[in-house]
């Protein structure tokens, strides 16, 4: 296998004191959604987060949580509730983002990374996660949550998360609607908790996972050399071997390849 160099809303409304506070965020306004009313719209921070999601704010933090607002819209008679969470890079927005997505249905393509179902259209662009949820998950409350997505969309400038700084190939769009990304204990039970003998002994980390047909791949990079050099160590995994090319066996029962020292490959069937 070739190894390549690899390449190492919240929404803000019209009104103008809450505009002022909140001028990094992308905002709509009536102008994206004409006779709409906004009302409701609450703030949160890191030490606020617990307030509204009390019990699931440690998943949120454990990505890298920075600011989350809630804004409630009444548009075409339909009530529409938007949260934009600013999440700390675009890695932590996809993350957030492929542990919570659930039956996703297809639809119209708005971006790179989104799931609609009936009742919640969730989508991830730079380093925010939005989750739109309607009511009664009709058809109309559908299609004004597509038109609140688009016009957030348009407003942040902003790359989404690029799967391919973590494989030595490139990852296909398919591959990417089952791919999960975890950052510690709890996005791995969110997300895939099978893997949780493999990766538990990690610590410090940003792994992407995805399905091949008969097996599974963890691409597990390492915030320092002394974190990937404990895991090796905890997992039992011959150093020599990696060092000269190889693959070598961990004690869960996973291969393990090296693309530098920071960055393991970890494969199961």
Do not use: W
Not at 118 to 131: D, E, I, R, T
């Amino acid at each position: 296998m070739n190894r390549r160099t690899f390449v190492t809303l919240t929404l803000t409304i019209t009104f103008t004191l809450f505009a002022a506070a909140q001028t990094s965020f992308p905002a709509i306004g009536t102008d994206d959604l004409p006779g709409a009313e906004f009302s409701g719209t609450r703030s949160f921070t890191q030490s606020s987060l617990y307030g509204y999601i009390d019990g699931g704010a440690e998943l949120y933090l454990e990505y890298g949580f920075d600011t989350l607002v809630v804004t409630e819209v009444k548009a075409r008679e339909k009530e529409i509730k938007v949260e934009v969470y600013r999440m700390k890079d675009p890695e932590a927005a996809f993350g957030i983002f492929s542990v919570s997505r659930f039956r996703c249905n297809g639809g119209a393509k708005l971006t790179d990374y989104y799931c609609r179902s009936a009742y919640q259209l969730q989508l991830c662009k730079g380093p925010y996660y939005v989750s739109i949820i309607n009511s009664d998950g009709t058809k109309e409350e559908q299609a004004v949550s597509d038109d609140i997505a688009r016009a957030l969309l348009s407003a942040i400038d902003a790359p989404s998360f690029d799967p391919n700084q973590f494989s030595p190939e490139v990852v296909s769009e398919e591959t990417m609607k089952s791919a999960v990304l975890v950052r510690g204990s709890l996005g791995v039970f969110n997300g895939v908790p099978s893997l949780s003998e493999i990766l538990g002994d990690a610590a410090g980390y940003t792994a992407l996972i995805t399905k091949a047909e008969n097996s599974t791949l963890i691409s597990l990079k390492f915030d320092t050399e002394d974190g990937a050099n404990s895991y090796i160590q905890s997992q039992g995994i011959d150093r020599a071997v990696l060092d000269t090319g190889g693959q070598a066996a961990t004690k869960a029962g996973a291969t393990a390849s090296k693309i530098c020292m920071q960055h393991l490959l970890l494969r199961t069937y």
